[in-house]
Antibody
Framework: QVQLVQSGAEVKKPGASVKVSCKASGYTFTSNYIHWVRQAPGQGLEWMGVVSPSDGSTTYAQKFQGRVTLTRDTSTSTVYMEMSSLRSEDTAVFYC??????????????WGQGTLVTVSS | DIQMTQSPSSLSASVGDRVTITCRASQSISSYLNWYQEKPGKAPKLLIYAASNLQSGVPSRFSGRGSGTDFSLTISSLQPEDFATYYCQQSYSSPWTFGPGTKVEIK
């Protein structure tokens, strides 16, 4: 079955960087784009960006451009989200999600379990 | 960027009630509209894609309709496990923006 398994919770100091992994299994890794979504405590869902596992191409939300880097490792079927210059307001749960494309639409049919990143001095 | 709005932001309903949530896009998104259900401490779950298509395994009491800029999600008979927060999302163009969510609570 399709699974996206994310790395564990992180605690970081302001100004530091964090790298979260998302390991895919149960399907052909290069067949589906992987997106990242952020959810601050008590808040809604915020789209961050997308990476193509097949060629590594990326698109970022303007808000995260220059501070977030999405990469992939096809040898381990893993996608990574790295965020730099962390600040307290970056405290959030980060999700990876797989895109499924169907006739007339596309959505996130499988999600990772989420990774809590806490930024605190 | 395409802005998504939802109404209401929250609602109280009883088991068995028919519930409708609306979602509006700031510009036409054709039928590139998804609905997700989120429960505390869990990842969101895809309910509806392409505005009206039920994701595999989702109960038939959930339905979606709309196209262009106006969409709706209906739960025909609310069940105890349906109390959650619901988000719409457009996948028409990047960034794939979400609505602010609608929290469905027990009356």
């Amino acid at each position: 079955q399709v699974q996206l398994v994310q790395s564990g919770a992180e605690v970081k100091k302001p100004g530091a960087s964090v790298k979260v992994s998302c390991k895919a299994s149960g399907y052909t890794f290069t067949s589906n784009y992987i997106h990242w979504v952020r959810q601050a405590p008590g808040q809604g869902l915020e789209w961050m960006g997308v990476v193509s596992p097949s060629d590594g191409s990326t698109t970022y939300a303007q808000k995260f451009q220059g501070r977030v880097t999405l990469t992939r490792d096809t040898s381990t079927s893993t996608v990574y989200m790295e965020m730099s210059s962390l600040r307290s307001e970056d405290t959030a749960v980060f999700y990876c999600a797989r895109v499924i494309i169907r006739t007339g639409g596309r959505g996130f049919d499988h999600w990772g379990q989420g990774t809590l990143v806490t930024v605190s001095s | 960027d395409i802005q998504m709005t939802q109404s209401p932001s929250s609602l109280s309903a009883s088991v068995g009630d028919r519930v409708t949530i609306t979602c509006r896009a700031s510009q036409s998104i054709s039928s590139y509209l998804n609905w997700y259900q989120e429960k505390p401490g869990k990842a969101p779950k895809l309910l509806i894609y392409a505005a009206s298509n039920l994701q595999s395994g989702v109960p038939s009491r959930f339905s979606g309709r709309g196209s262009g800029t106006d969409f709706s999600l209906t739960i025909s008979s609310l069940q105890p496990e349906d109390f959650a927060t619901y988000y719409c999302q457009q996948s028409y163009s990047s960034p794939w923006t979400f609505g602010p969510g609608t929290k469905v609570e027990i009356k």
